[in-house]
Structures are given as structure tokens and as C-alpha cells.
């Protein structure tokens, strides 16, 4: 028996699980070979102490922490997609509460005419009215910026 093969046997020898006559020639080759016998010794006393230890319960927020550890080691590139989400959620609703804010500034200046009369609110009146120029304002100047620089190609 060969070194090699002396080597491959160690974790069925340990395990008992090895044929007789393996065993024998194992067992007669590391008496021959203190190289063999000096790993197969590491070997055992290695298997041995691991499985000495036991089982050791993670803490409950094991997972969590490494989540947040690898997120911040890797820049947001792995588990940060919980982060993604809540900021780009927030911009999103952020987003669409001014749209929808403007909007109903919009209406609310367009109807300001015909409102005016029926309910006589002064103070319901000061905002739309700014409001409303501000939000019709934004819009019309950028598509003139668009057409200046569609223009330029040519
Ligand atoms: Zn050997």
C-alpha cells in the first residue's frame, strides 16, 4: 500500500468502516511509515476535537447581522436590496405626493374662476393661485431647453 492510498483510507478507518483486510494493510502501514502515521494522528485528533465541540446555537439575529455585514463590506452590492427599496420607496411616494399635490394646485387654479363666486373663500384662494402658476410654469420651460438642443444637430 502506497502513501496516497494509505491517506484516502482515514475517514473510513475512523469511521470503522474499512474491510478487514484494508484495515490490516492500513494499520500495517502506518507501524512502517511515521509519515502516515504522523497525518493519520492529525487526522484522528482533528475529527475528534471538532466533534468535541457539539453544536453551538447561533444568536437569533445571526443572519440579519451577517446580511448587513456583507451589504456593508460590499457596498450595497449584495443584501443591500432592502435598502434600495425602502429609499427608492420613499422617492417614489415622494414623488408622486408633489404630483399629486401639483395636480390639485392645477385643477384647483383652473376651477379657481368659477369657484370664486359660489363659495367666497379668500383663504382657500392665495395658495392654489401661486401654486398653480409655479407648477404650469416648470413644465413649459423645458420642452423649449429640448427644442434648442434638437435644433443644434442640425
Ligand atoms: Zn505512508
Known amino acids: 500500500m502506497d502513501h496516497e ?50 453544536r453551538v446555537k447561533p444568536p437569533r439575529d445571526f443572519v440579519q447581522k451577517i446580511e448587513r455585514k456583507i451589504g456593508r463590506r460590499s457596498a450595497g452590492r449584495f443584501f443591500g436590496a432592502r435598502n434600495e ?30 369657484v370664486i363666486p359660489r363659495a367666497g373663500g379668500g383663504d382657500t384662494e392665495a395658495g392654489p393661485v401661486t401654486g398653480g402658476d409655479t407648477a404650469s410654469g416648470g413644465p413649459r420651460r423645458e420642452p423649449s431647453r429640448l427644442e434648442e438642443g434638437g435644433t443644434e444637430p442640425r
Open 5 to 54: 492510498r494509505a491517506r484516502s483510507l482515514f475517514i473510513e478507518y475512523r469511521d470503522e468502516e474499512l474491510a478487514q483486510e484494508l484495515r490490516f494493510e492500513l494499520e500495517e502501514h502506518l507501524r512502517t511509515c511515521p509519515d502516515c502515521r504522523r497525518d493519520w494522528e492529525a487526522y484522528n485528533e482533528t475529527v475528534t476535537g471538532v466533534s468535541a465541540l457539539g
Open 85 to 114: 427599496f425602502n429609499l427608492s420607496f420613499a422617492l417614489v411616494s415622494f414623488v408622486l405626493i408633489v404630483f399629486f399635490l401639483l395636480a390639485y394646485l392645477f385643477i384647483a387654479s383652473g376651477r379657481e374662476v368659477r
